[in-house]
C-alpha cells in the first residue's frame, strides 16, 4: 500500500504532540536538572517536526498523485488471511495473556501464525512449542523479564 507522506506526517505529528503533552506530568529527579520526561520529550519533539516536514512535503507533491494505492498483494486472498492470522494473533495475545500465560498461548499463537504463513501444521506446531520455549527461557531465565503465568500460576519457579 502506498500512502500520501501526508498521512504518516499527520500520524507521526499526532503522536508526537501527544508524548509531549503526556511527559509534562511526569516526575523530576532529585539532583537533576531535567526529569523523566527529558527522554521522551526530545523524541516527541523530533516526532512532531519530522510530522509536520511530512504533512507539507505531502501536500506540496500532490498535484494529481493517487493519495492511496493499495499494493498488489492485498488482491491475493492467501496474504490477506495470513495478515489477518497475525494481526488478530497480536490481539489475542494481548486480551488472554494473563488470563492463559505465556507458555500456553505463545506456542498456539505462534502455531497460527507459521500455519498462515504456509508452513503445515505438524512442522508449523512443533516449532511453535520450540521456539516459545526459547522465548521464554530467553526472557525468564536469561534476562529475568516475568512473562505472564496464568494458569500455570501455581507450576511458577
Same mark, same amino acid.
Given at each position: 500500500?502506498?500512502?500520501?507522506? &501526508? *498521512?504518516? $506526517?499527520?500520524?507521526? !505529528?499526532? /503522536?508526537?504532540?501527544?508524548?509531549?503533552?503526556? =511527559?509534562?506530568?511526569?516526575?523530576?529527579?532529585?539532583?537533576?536538572?531535567?526529569?523523566?520526561? &527529558? *527522554?521522551? $520529550?526530545?523524541?516527541? !519533539?523530533? /516526532?512532531?517536526?519530522?510530522?509536520?516536514?511530512? =504533512?507539507?512535503?505531502?501536500?506540496?507533491?500532490?498535484?494529481?498523485?493517487?493519495?492511496?494505492?493499495?499494493?498488489?498483494?492485498?488482491?491475493? !486472498?492467501?496474504?490477506?488471511?495470513?495478515?489477518?492470522?497475525?494481526v488478530l494473533g497480536v490481539v489475542a495475545y494481548i486480551l488472554w495473556?494473563?488470563?492463559?500465560?505465556?507458555?500456553?498461548?505463545?506456542?498456539?499463537v505462534l502455531a497460527a501464525w507459521l500455519w498462515a504463513l504456509g508452513?503445515?501444521?505438524?512442522?508449523?506446531?512443533?516449532?511453535?512449542?520450540?521456539?516459545?520455549?526459547?522465548?521464554?527461557?530467553?526472557?525468564?531465565?536469561?534476562?529475568?523479564?516475568?512473562?505472564?503465568?496464568?494458569?500455570?500460576?501455581?507450576?511458577?519457579?
Amino acid at each position: 500500500m502506498k500512502l500520501n507522506d &501526508a *498521512f504518516f $506526517g499527520a500520524f507521526l !505529528a499526532a /503522536l508526537g504532540g501527544f508524548v509531549l503533552w503526556k =511527559v509534562q506530568g511526569f516526575p523530576a529527579i532529585p539532583g537533576q536538572q531535567y526529569g523523566a520526561g &527529558a *527522554f521522551p $520529550g526530545l523524541i516527541a !519533539a523530533g /516526532l512532531l517536526a519530522v510530522g509536520t516536514l511530512m =504533512v507539507l512535503s505531502g501536500l506540496r507533491r500532490r498535484d494529481g498523485a493517487v493519495w492511496v494505492r493499495l499494493a498488489e498483494w492485498t488482491g491475493s !486472498a492467501r496474504h490477506v488471511r495470513a495478515l489477518t492470522v497475525i494481526v488478530l494473533g497480536v490481539v489475542a495475545y494481548i486480551l488472554w495473556a494473563d488470563a492463559l500465560g505465556f507458555l500456553l498461548l505463545a506456542p498456539l499463537v505462534l502455531a497460527a501464525w507459521l500455519w498462515a504463513l504456509g508452513l503445515r501444521p505438524l512442522p508449523a506446531a512443533a516449532l511453535a512449542i520450540v521456539a516459545s520455549l526459547v522465548i521464554w527461557f530467553a526472557f525468564y531465565k536469561l534476562l529475568r523479564v516475568p512473562l505472564p503465568w496464568g494458569v500455570l500460576k501455581s507450576f511458577a519457579f
